[in-house]
């Protein structure tokens, strides 16, 4: 965004000095509109590059995991681990403390999470 809105302004704000001024030292919108035309095309080309690389992904693997992955935890399921452990020190999720899942007492609700993930908990 920061890019577009540099871009235009040199429409307004360009000096004389190195080409045509801007609109707003005397150039008239000849400058502007040169400017907001490279703007629309960058915005335009960027479109087209985004759905070109989206639209096989989407039909081939999709971007959203299932519902019961989500609700698990989008880290834990697709990963093995939480992505802000709050736990002494670093060593316990919010969820399950690791500690827990390393010596493999793991609760129901850790179980069913570990479930959704298709990983199993280390046994010490």
Do not use: N, W
């Not at 995991?65 to 919010?94: C, K, N, P, W």
């Amino acid at each position: 965004m920061s890019g577009i809105i540099g871009t235009v302004a040199i429409g307004f704000l360009a000096t004389p000095t190195q080409g045509p001024a801007g609109l707003f030292y005397g150039g008239g919108t000849t400058q502007l509109v040169a400017q907001s035309l490279a703007a629309l095309c960058s915005i335009v080309f960027t479109g087209v590059m985004t759905f070109i690389i989206a639209y096989p992904i989407h039909k081939l693997m999709g971007f959203r995991i299932s519902e019961r992955q989500e609700i698990a935890g989008a880290d834990l399921s697709l990963h093995a681990e939480t992505a802000y452990e709050f736990g002494v020190g670093g060593h316990g999720g919010s969820f399950q403390p690791l500690h827990d899942l390393i010596t493999g007492k793991v609760s129901s609700e850790a179980a069913d999470e570990a479930s959704v993930s298709g990983k199993e908990s280390v046994q010490a």
